[in-house]
T-cell receptor, first 118, second 111 residues
Framework: DVKVTQSSRYLVKRTGEKVFLECVQDMDHENMFWYRQDPGLGLRLIYFSYDVKMKEKGDIPEGYSVSREKKERFSLILESASTNQTSMYLC?????????????????FGAGSRLTVL | GESVGLHLPTLSVQEGDNSIINCAYSNSASDYFIWYKQESGKGPQFIIDIRSNMDKRQGQRVTVLLNKTVKHLSLQIAATQPGDSAVYFCAEREYGNKLVFGAGTILRVKS
């Protein structure tokens, strides 16, 4: 019954390495999101996408990029990992909002990818 | 539900008691709110939502109350069970499809 799958649960990388975090959803959702979660800071939006090949910056995009080549897949890329990018990364998806349909904004999250950068 | 530094607020309740988790949101223009539950090792899961034209909504064992005057949201859990132990997040929709999350509150249920 898994709907949002993050391929890596735990990763350990070295400073300067390029890191790919993959996310796949099987619900045919238009919207996909990448958040990072740090203690005391809640979930902060890195990037999101409303459609294939479309992307928009969230609140903390610096040091990250994304790729959405297919509707079901949204990848987060750290071009040159740094220690301050050690975090839990959460992928989520949702339907596009319809007029009067508040439920469309409900995000379905993956289990998370815990990244440690040494 | 205000966070202080890196420490999340913690609510400890006895099994069977009712729990009330609070959240102060920031944007008076937010029109939609959601509560999520995150258990250890898992991603956040949807619990209940409420639109700004309502002040109360009930689900199974959970109730969300919205006070727009003071920008306050609360989640009430009736007859709290050990399986309710988790971190609870509120989220507000500020504009478009963007949700802004609070820092979270830890709920610990004592048996």
């Amino acid at each position: 019954d898994v709907k949002v799958t993050q391929s890596s649960r735990y990763l350990v990388k070295r400073t300067g390495e390029k890191v790919f975090l993959e996310c796949v959803q099987d619900m045919d959702h238009e919207n996909m999101f990448w958040y990072r979660q740090d203690p005391g800071l809640g979930l902060r939006l890195i990037y999101f996408s409303y459609d294939v090949k479309m992307k928009e910056k969230g609140d903390i995009p610096e040091g990250y990029s994304v790729s959405r080549e297919k509707k079901e897949r949204f990848s987060l890329i750290l071009e040159s990992a740094s220690t301050n990018q050690t975090s839990m990364y959460l992928c989520a998806s949702s339907l596009s909002p319809l007029e009067g349909h508040s439920g469309a904004n409900v995000l379905t999250f993956g289990a998370g990818s815990r990244l440690t950068v040494l | 539900g205000e966070s202080v530094g890196l420490h999340l607020p913690t609510l400890s309740v006895q099994e069977g008691d009712n729990s009330i988790i609070n959240c102060a949101y920031s944007n008076s223009a937010s029109d939609y709110f959601i509560w999520y539950k995150q258990e250890s090792g898992k991603g956040p899961q949807f619990i209940i939502d409420i639109r700004s034209n309502m002040d109360k909504r009930q689900g199974q064992r959970v109730t969300v109350l919205l006070n727009k005057t003071v920008k306050h949201l609360s989640l009430q859990i009736a007859a709290t069970q050990p399986g309710d132990s988790a971190v609870y997040f509120c989220a507000e929709r500020e504009y478009g499809n963007k949700l802004v999350f609070g820092a979270g509150t830890i709920l610990r249920v004592k048996s």
